[in-house]
């Protein structure tokens, strides 16, 4: 498993490193999931491990969310924390991450990002963790499912425990997700749409290192 808090992530030398939390985190009721399972087929590569900045892509991620000072880290995939049931997407990630967030009664939230969008801003995750906790509903940037903020409730348990054990991949989608636990949309700030980009294969990975 990687459960990884955020104060001293610069000591971090490997993928399964645990470290202290922060004495006064700003995103002190969430939890972030980095989803690093994902088969990078398009890329010929395993996408965690992508150079940029002299680091690995996982680690530079973990480097952004360090900057929001989000509570705690988990990295779902074959090297993180590994799904309990395989070959569902990003659910799969999802259902095995909220098995490791216990249920303490206060407004709890997760902040489900990709390993493979390194031009997001710290600001960006902010400003969606703050809207989220206000509104207490799954929230996302227009025309993007993630960066997804996602209050952890009895009924996204439940959801995820359901759809995991579903046959048709219609219901492995984030966009039923949001939709079944009535989310919404933020809108995105002027300018920066570009920062949404994934890199899914070579020339999508070039552009992103071009404007890093």
Not at 38 to 45: A, D
Not at 83 to 110: E, F, R, V, W
Request: hydrophobic share 35%; net charge neutral; glycine share 6%.
């Amino acid at each position: 498993m990687i459960f990884i808090t955020l104060h001293r992530l610069s000591h971090c030398r490997d993928m399964s490193s645990m470290v202290n939390r922060p004495s006064s985190p700003t995103l002190c009721h969430t939890t972030a999931l980095l989803l690093a399972g994902g088969q990078s087929s398009r890329m010929g590569c395993n996408k965690v491990h992508l150079p940029i900045r002299d680091q690995p892509l996982w680690q530079y991620m973990l480097s952004l969310l360090n900057e929001t000072r989000v509570r705690d880290v988990i990295i779902s995939g074959p090297e993180g924390l590994p799904d309990i049931i395989p070959d569902k997407g990003p659910i799969s990630g999802l259902h095995a991450c909220l098995k490791q967030i216990q249920d303490n009664g206060s407004k709890q939230g997760l902040l489900v990002l990709p390993v493979d969008m390194p031009l997001l801003t710290s600001k960006l995750l902010i400003q969606l963790d703050e809207a989220g906790r206000i509104q207490q509903i799954p929230l996302h940037y227009e025309n993007y499912q993630l960066p997804l903020y996602l209050p952890v409730t009895e009924a996204l348990r439940n959801y995820t425990e359901a759809v995991v054990h579903e046959a048709d991949k219609r219901h492995y989608s984030l966009r039923r997700l949001i939709a079944h636990l009535h989310g919404s949309t933020l809108p995105v700030p002027d300018d920066q749409e570009w920062r949404f980009r994934n890199a899914n294969t070579p020339e999508d990975w070039q552009r992103c290192l071009a404007d890093t």
